[in-house]
């Protein structure tokens, strides 16, 4: 669904409206760590970036997969929430909040309540989880 665009003019993912959210699956589950957000990068073109989300809210949750049938196993976690600014770094990392600990995510909702003031859309250009992967029941068996 979401592809890297490396933040290229109208390579993005539109949702229609200034507020929404975009579910994601990760490939693998994680402890996440930190989480950025990335709009088109203002050096490079004179754009009107009035379309990157503003007030955004990050959850994270483990659901399981058997095949591709989802399985819920825990509850949800707020990962971060944050304002995403225009005059910074086109990418913003935020850390996850200290609360969440070492919970496992596989699925992330970003939830954004707000753009910087596109009434017709909001792009979403790239949203990166950082983590790391838990150490497996066999890793820990070995270690001991």
Request: glycine share 8%; charged share 20%; with cysteine.
């Amino acid at each position: 669904m979401l592809k890297p665009s490396f933040g290229e003019p109208d390579q993005c993912f539109p949702l229609k409206g200034d507020n929404g959210f975009v579910q994601i699956r990760l490939r693998t589950t994680v402890i996440p760590e930190a989480i950025t957000l990335e709009h088109v990068d203002k050096q490079a073109v004179a754009y009107d970036k009035s379309s990157a989300p503003k007030n955004c809210r990050v959850y994270g949750w483990h659901r399981g997969y058997n095949g591709d049938i989802a399985i819920e196993t825990g509850k949800i976690f707020l990962l971060e929430e944050f304002s995403y600014d225009l005059e910074k770094s086109n990418a913003q990392t935020f850390n996850v909040l200290d609360s969440v600990g070492s919970g496992l995510v596989d699925t992330v909702k970003l939830d954004f309540t707000s753009n910087h003031g596109n009434p017709s859309h909001t792009c979403i250009y790239r949203l990166q989880v950082h983590g790391h992967e838990p150490m497996s029941v066999s890793m820990l068996a070995t270690q001991s």
